[in-house]
C-alpha cells in the first residue's frame, strides 16, 4: 500500500506540473517535513504521519521533473527553425516507416539543419509525410528539403498536443528527398523490422483479402493496408481496440493464455505463465518493438510475474510503481492514450475480472457441478469472458473519449469475436515465420489462420448491420474522471463488504436499542 500510495503521489505531480504548468523551486521538497512534527503528539500514528510526508516530497518531485523534461526552445532545438520557410534536415529514419492508403510517415531523428548557407547542429524529431514509393527503411539517413511547421489543429483535435506527448513539434508534409546512405541503425532492431516487413508479405500471399489485411494489423500492427469498410465496420461495433496493438490487446491476450494454459497444464510447475510470457514478447518483436507495446508488455509481464511470485493481490501495486517509473523516465507519456489505456486494460484485469469470474464459477458449480467434464470446459469459457469483460470496462470510458464513439454492441460484439483473436495472432504468426524457409508449410497453417479471421469478421459484420448499433459522442475529461471515481468506489466497496456491513449494524444498533427501550 505504501508503495502504491507513494507511486500515485508521483503520478499526480507530473500530471498537476503539466496541467497547470505549475514550476515549483526545488526548496518545495522540503514541505515532506511538515507533518514530522505531528508523531511526537501522534505516536499512535506515526506510520501514516511519515507516509503523508513522503507523499508531498513525491507530489512535488514529479512536478520537479515535469518542469526538468521541457525542453527549452534555442538553436539547438529542432523546432527553433519552424514556419521560417523553406530548410534543409539531415537525419535517420528512427522507427519503421508507417505505410498508409495514400502517404507514408516517417520518423525523422534529426541531426542538423540548413537555414541559409549555414550548417546547424540540432536535436528533435520531425514527422514526415510523405509518397508511398519510393520505399524508405529504418536506418535510412536522408536529406529533406521542406517548409518545417508547427502542427496545427485538425478539426476539433488537438494534433499538436497529441505529437508534442510523443516528443514531436515539427512535421514536413510531401518535402523533396535523397537517400544519402542505409542500414546506420540499430543491427538488432533492423533485424525486427527485417523480419516483420518479411512476414507481412508472406501474409499477402498465404491469405485473401480482408484476412491478409486484418493478419497484419492483429499480428503485425500493420494497419495501413485494412480496406476502409472493415475499419469502418469495427468503429461502429466499438471493437477498433482489437486491431490495435495495445495494453488492452496485450491484458485480453495474457488473459486468455493463463486460462488456456491451466486448462491443458494445471498449475504445475508454471508452464502457463512462462507460456503467456514467452508468447507476449514474441508477440511484442514481431510486431516492431514500438514503445507503447513495449510498456504494455512490461505492464502484462509484472502481472504474470506476481501469479509466479503468489502474490497476485500484488500485482496492482506492481504495475502502480512501473508506471510511475515509465513516467519518470519520459513524463509525456502519462497524456498518451496507449499509455493511458494500457494502465486502465491491466487495472480492469486484476481489479474487475475476479470479480465475473468468481460470479460465473459460482454459477457453474450451482448449474453443472464440479465433476462432470463439461464444467471444466464451461469454467475455461466464463473466464475468457470474464477477463474481457474486465478489460473492457476499464478502458471503455477511454475509448469513448479518444474515438469519439459509443458502441452498444461493444461488450458482445468483444465476447464474441475475442475468443477468435489467440487463434488468428498465433496461426498468422506461424504462417509468417514458415514462409522463410517452408512455404506450402506457410500456406496451410495460413488457412487455418484464415478460419479464426473470417470468423473474426463475421461476427463485426453482423453487429455492425445491426442499426443504432453505435452513437457518436464527445464526451468530456470530467465524465471520465466521474466515470472512475464511481469504478474506484464500486471496487473499494465490493473488497471491503464484510467491514462496511458490520459498520453498518454497529451504527444502527444504538438506534434499535432505543427503539426497543422505548417500546
Request: positive net charge.
Amino acid at each position: 500500500m505504501t508503495l502504491v500510495c507513494l507511486s500515485c503521489a508521483w503520478v499526480a505531480g507530473i500530471f498537476v506540473g503539466g496541467w497547470l504548468e505549475f514550476h515549483p523551486p526545488p526548496i518545495i521538497l522540503l514541505t515532506g517535513l511538515i507533518p514530522i512534527p505531528l508523531v511526537l503528539r501522534l505516536r499512535h500514528r506515526k506510520k501514516e504521519i511519515i507516509l503523508v510526508g513522503l507523499c508531498l516530497a513525491s507530489f512535488f518531485g514529479g512536478a520537479i521533473r515535469f518542469e526538468s523534461s521541457q525542453p527549452d526552445i534555442d538553436e539547438n532545438q529542432l523546432c527553433f527553425y519552424n514556419n521560417q520557410g523553406t530548410v534543409t534536415v539531415k537525419g535517420i529514419v528512427g522507427t519503421d516507416p508507417d505505410v498508409r492508403d495514400k502517404a507514408t510517415q516517417i520518423r525523422l531523428s534529426v541531426e542538423a539543419v540548413r537555414s541559409g548557407k549555414e550548417w546547424h547542429q540540432v536535436s528533435g524529431t520531425a514527422l514526415l509525410f510523405v509518397p508511398r514509393y519510393p520505399a524508405y527503411q529504418y536506418g535510412d539517413v536522408i536529406l529533406v528539403t521542406g517548409k518545417l511547421k508547427t502542427p496545427l489543429p485538425v478539426n476539433d483535435f488537438d494534433y499538436e498536443s497529441y505529437l508534442a506527448h510523443q516528443g514531436i513539434y515539427s512535421l514536413m508534409t510531401y518535402p523533396e528527398v535523397e537517400i544519402l546512405g542505409r542500414g546506420k541503425g540499430l543491427k538488432p532492431l533492423a533485424w525486427v523490422y527485417s523480419v516483420r516487413n518479411r512476414m507481412s508479405q508472406t501474409l499477402t500471399q498465404v491469405l485473401p483479402e480482408p484476412q491478409a489485411s486484418v493478419a497484419q494489423a492483429v499480428t503485425l500492427g500493420i494497419r495501413g493496408n485494412i480496406p476502409l469498410s472493415i475499419k469502418d465496420d469495427f468503429s461502429h461495433t466499438g471493437t477498433t481496440h482489437l486491431l490495435a496493438i495495445s495494453g488492452l490487446h496485450l491484458s485480453i491476450l495474457a488473459g486468455i493464455l493463463l486460462g488456456t494454459g491451466i486448462w491443458l497444464w494445471g498449475r504445475r510447475h508454471y508452464l502457463y505463465i512462462w507460456l503467456a510470457l514467452v508468447i507476449i514478447w514474441f508477440y511484442t518483436l514481431i510486431s516492431g518493438m514500438n514503445p507503447p507495446i513495449i510498456r504494455a508488455a512490461i505492464m502484462a509481464s509484472l502481472f504474470l510475474t506476481a501469479d509466479i511470485l503468489g502474490r497476485q493481490r500484488s500485482a496492482i501495486t506492481a504495475i502502480t510503481f512501473a508506471a510511475a517509473i515509465m513516467v519518470a523516465i519520459e513524463p509525456q507519456i502519462l497524456w498518451t492514450a496507449s499509455f493511458q489505456m494500457s494502465f486502465a486494460a491491466m487495472s480492469g484485469l486484476i481489479l474487475v475480472a475476479p470479480f465475473f469470474q468468481a460470479l460465473g464459477r459460482k454459477a457453474i458449480r450451482a448449474n453443472i457441478g464440479e465433476d462432470r467434464p463439461i464444467a471444466t470446459t464451461a469454467s475455461f469459457v466464463s473466464d475468457g469472458f470474464s477477463i474481457s469483460l474486465g478489460a473492457i470496462i476499464g478502458v471503455g470510458p477511454l475509448i469513448a473519449y479518444y474515438f469519439g464513439i459509443v458502441s452498444f454492441a461493444a461488450i458482445p460484439t468483444t465476447l464474441l469475436a475475442l475468443p477468435a483473436l489467440p487463434g488468428a495472432i498465433t496461426g498468422s504468426a506461424i504462417a509468417g515465420v514458415l514462409g522463410f524457409f517452408a512455404f506450402p508449410v506457410a500456406q496451410v497453417i495460413g488457412w487455418l489462420a484464415w478460419l479464426f479471421i473470417s470468423y473474426l469478421l463475421l461476427v463485426i459484420r453482423a453487429f455492425a448491420a445491426i442499426p443504432l448499433s453505435s452513437l457518436d459522442v464527445s464526451l468530456n475529461l470530467s465524465t471520465v474522471w466521474i466515470y472512475y471515481l464511481a469504478l474506484a468506489l464500486a471496487i473499494l466497496f465490493g473488497s471491503n463488504r464484510r467491514k462496511v456491513r458490520a459498520f453498518a449494524i454497529k451504527s444502527l444498533k444504538p438506534g434499535q436499542d432505543r427503539n426497543e427501550k422505548n417500546a
